[in-house]
């Protein structure tokens, strides 16, 4: 008997079913890959993986940090609808649904540190987003190169500078006898002790951000001006265009991309704002302006061990800070045509 002949998708029958697929096609609009392609696409992502196995063994450490410390963690938001204990089961003893989340909505406490976190996220997009593509451009206009290098490395320096040190800095510079009231008592002023009031908690925390902040922003709006073609710039001297319509014709159109992306990222983690910082700088007595989520999830959860409720106030922050990014990422696509996904 003779042996049954190997299928060939390039004989009669591998055309007449491709005349059959063009005849009657997809009623779902997709297009159906053939045997060739697919074997094409598993081969070369062999092949990839087998020339460059060393360069993919690079990505398995963060991979492995990521899977341990980002996803396997969410596991632990069961407890938001379980009653945990102390010392007994990681995922909680009772089952008791959304008590915990009817719990914080009826808290007047939380409703204060909610909206103080909108506030004070507002306040540093408002004046950290935008000041670094301002001072990018200006940093652009500078051509002594030793100058242009002074003025980067002065505006860097206070990224590297830890939490700790500039909320003690801070402390120091707004203290009763601090630089800030002796300067307003040579003035004529009365010294304030302005890290004890609530009304001035805002303006600290948002000033020292822009200190820390905007000059390590800087970065990747110089880079997107090291991108932009010359021969648009000289098109635009040739029409008559000044460097403030170059500025706004040429330049931020060519860092809008890098701006968007920037921004889209900041909106995502509005909800988590300054906890570090806040944590260091506020007091009982600034509570009303200065307490935001993460610090009152600190208290719940790590100083009144009410795990359960931090947990659903921790997953409810989530929710907010995914609907918000989500949210940008629609509008930018379709305002701006620029997006993350």
Request: net charge positive; glycine share 8%; hydrophobic share 50%.
């Amino acid at each position: 008997m003779r042996g049954q002949e190997p299928f060939d998708d390039t004989g009669p029958t591998s055309v007449l079913v491709q005349k059959a697929e063009t005849a009657f096609p997809d009623p779902t609009g997709k297009t159906l890959p053939n045997r060739r392609e697919t074997r094409a696409r598993t081969g070369s992502w062999r092949r990839a993986l087998g020339r460059d196995w060393q360069l993919y063994t690079l990505a398995v450490l963060p991979l492995a940090f990521f899977v341990l410390f980002r996803y396997v963690p969410m596991l632990g938001n069961i407890i938001a609808f379980r009653k945990y204990e102390p010392g007994g089961s990681l995922f909680g003893e009772t089952w008791v649904g959304l008590r915990y989340v009817k719990m914080f909505l009826a808290d007047p406490s939380f409703w204060n540190v909610f909206t103080n976190t909108l506030v004070l996220g507002a306040l540093t997009l408002l004046f950290c987003f935008p000041l670094p593509i301002v001072l990018a451009l200006l940093l652009n206009e500078v051509r002594n190169a030793k100058v242009k290098r002074f003025l980067q490395s002065v505006s860097y320096l206070p990224h590297f500078l830890s939490v700790v040190i500039v909320a003690g800095l801070v402390m120091q510079l707004v203290a009763i006898d601090g630089p800030v009231n002796q300067l307003v008592k040579a003035l004529g002023g009365e010294p304030t002790a302005f890290i004890q009031k609530p009304e001035w908690f805002r303006t600290i925390f948002v000033s020292s951000e822009v200190w820390q902040t905007v000059g390590w922003g800087t970065i990747l709006y110089l880079a997107a001006l090291t991108t932009i073609d010359e021969q648009l710039y000289e098109a635009a001297r040739m029409d008559g265009a000044g460097r403030w319509r170059q500025i706004w014709h040429v330049t931020l159109p060519g860092i809008r991309p890098t701006a968007v992306t920037l921004l889209i990222l900041n909106i995502g983690t509005f909800m988590t704002i300054g906890f570090e910082k806040v944590l260091l700088l506020y007091n009982p007595l600034t509570y009303p302006t200065a307490d935001v989520i993460t610090t009152f999830l600190y208290r719940m959860g790590v100083e009144s061990s009410n795990l359960s409720y931090a947990a659903a106030i921790g997953l409810f922050e989530a929710l907010v800070g995914v609907v918000l990014i989500v949210s940008a990422n629609l509008i930018s696509r379709r305002a701006v045509g620029t997006s993350l996904w």
